[in-house]
């Protein structure tokens, strides 16, 4: 169902619902032992759930949220989320120590370290992930490795190597990262801390996705404060599919009965879930070649597995979108209607909220917001995944209008 004359592209999925992986690896029980363990870390707070008022309105919709985790820790990004919890439940593995007896204070103590012995922790990333990773393993005394793919910014680099780890820089795309760090691990005998599964892989990227879940428990304490049971409609964005897969399954899980409407947004360069999607024929589908997208932390050509097997039984609606997408979005957050607040966002970050911008405003989208039901009663939740991770490129999308809107996209009122 595509519209004519649009920028960009959508897949409404007719099959069935099926949400018995959501409620697998995504009930409530899950969220609740992320969170705890969460707020045990120092620093720890809720992060802000940014209401829209002004362009929800702009928009004829009853609200637009924006859950702002570049406010999360020190971080800049919601990753660390989940990579502290999957180092966390490794380490409880390891031991064999239950919940009840696992602490923070505990894994940083020298009683877990002698039991441990030496262990370093390794992940490739196009920058969050492995910043997350570098931070978590800094704060519990552990050593880090990260790889990198060759068009990562000096910026990101140097923000992963502050936290202490060695960062290694590979001749390809996120993808080949993820290949390399894999065989060196099990040449140097690390630990491989991976947002994305692969064919016997899936244990610690489930435990990542669960950490997510800790964002999408206080979204609905926060929703909860506002009087709204739920949010209507979910706009998240993918990269492997990872946060993607937690928000949509802790939603489907927690709301079986009348769950949200779930839009998946990506890059048009590097749309691997999209393609996935696509094809509909049970197998995963990858993109290949440079990934040349400004959304850095979605510049990912093969899907997670695990994830997709999530997304597959859950999501409504599939796109995918060109950069200036992103950049419109951040530069909406950057510069709000008179009244709403002000929301640092980098490009992964601000694509959902740019996506639905699209298809709200632009002539030819009718079609698809039918399909959605968004009207004046949404309530649409979007999540801000990270703040200005890359000074430079921020600037030249605010500052400098770098990936302009096309003349015949903008806007209208």
Not at 41 to 70: C, F, N, W
Request: proline share 4%; net charge negative; aromatic share 10%.
């Amino acid at each position: 169902m595509n519209e004519p004359n649009r920028d960009y592209d959508y897949i409404v999925r007719t099959k069935k619902k099926d949400f018995s992986k959501a409620d697998e690896l995504f009930n409530i029980r899950y969220a609740r032992t992320a969170r705890s363990f969460h707020r045990q870390i120092p620093g720890y707070r809720m992060t802000p759930l940014r209401s829209l008022p002004h362009l929800a309105q702009m928009l004829g919709v009853g609200g637009i949220y924006v859950k702002d985790e570049a406010q999360r820790l020190e971080l800049n990004s919601f990753k660390v989320m989940g990579g502290s919890f999957a180092i966390y439940r490794f380490i409880q593995k390891r031991l064999g120590i239950p919940d009840e007896q696992m602490s923070f204070d505990y894994l940083v103590s020298k009683e877990c370290h002698d039991k441990l012995g030496d262990i370093t922790f390794a992940s490739a990333t196009d920058g969050n992930h492995g910043r997350g990773i570098a931070w978590a393993s800094m704060v519990l005394g552990h050593k880090c490795e990260i790889y990198v793919h060759k068009e990562t910014s000096q910026a990101r680099i140097d923000a992963i190597a502050r936290y202490g780890a060695r960062v290694t820089v590979v001749d390809g795309n996120y993808d080949d990262a993820v290949r390399q760090v894999a065989i060196d691990a099990k040449k140097n005998g690390w630990e491989i801390i991976s947002d994305t599964s692969w064919d016997g892989y899936t244990e610690i990227p489930t435990w990542i996705m669960q950490g997510y879940t800790t964002i999408m428990l206080e979204c609905q304490e926060q929703f909860a404060g506002l009087g709204i049971i739920r949010p209507t409609h979910v706009f998240i964005q993918a990269g492997v599919g990872a946060l993607a897969a937690a928000t949509i399954g802790f939603y489907a899980s927690l709301f079986k009965d009348d769950p949200p409407k779930f839009v998946v947004v990506e890059p048009d360069k590097a749309a691997c879930v999209f393609e996935t999607a696509k094809y509909n024929d049970g197998e995963l589908h990858s993109v290949k070649g440079d990934l040349d997208t400004i959304m850095a932390g979605l510049a990912c050509g093969d899907p997670s597995p695990i994830a997709w097997e999530v997304l597959d039984g859950t999501a409504d609606v599939f796109m995918k979108v060109p950069d200036y997408t992103a950049a419109r979005g951040m530069r909406i957050l950057a510069t709000p209607l008179k009244g709403d607040p002000f929301v640092i966002s980098g490009e992964s970050g601000a694509v959902t909220l740019g996506a639905l911008y699209s298809m709200v405003t632009e002539p030819g989208s009718e079609g698809l917001i039918k399909v959605l039901g968004i009207d004046k009663n949404s309530n649409i939740l979007c999540i801000n995944t990270e703040g200005n991770t890359d000074p430079t490129h921020f600037r030249q999308l605010v500052w400098d209008g770098l990936d302009a809107v096309p003349k015949q996209y903008l806007t209208r009122k």
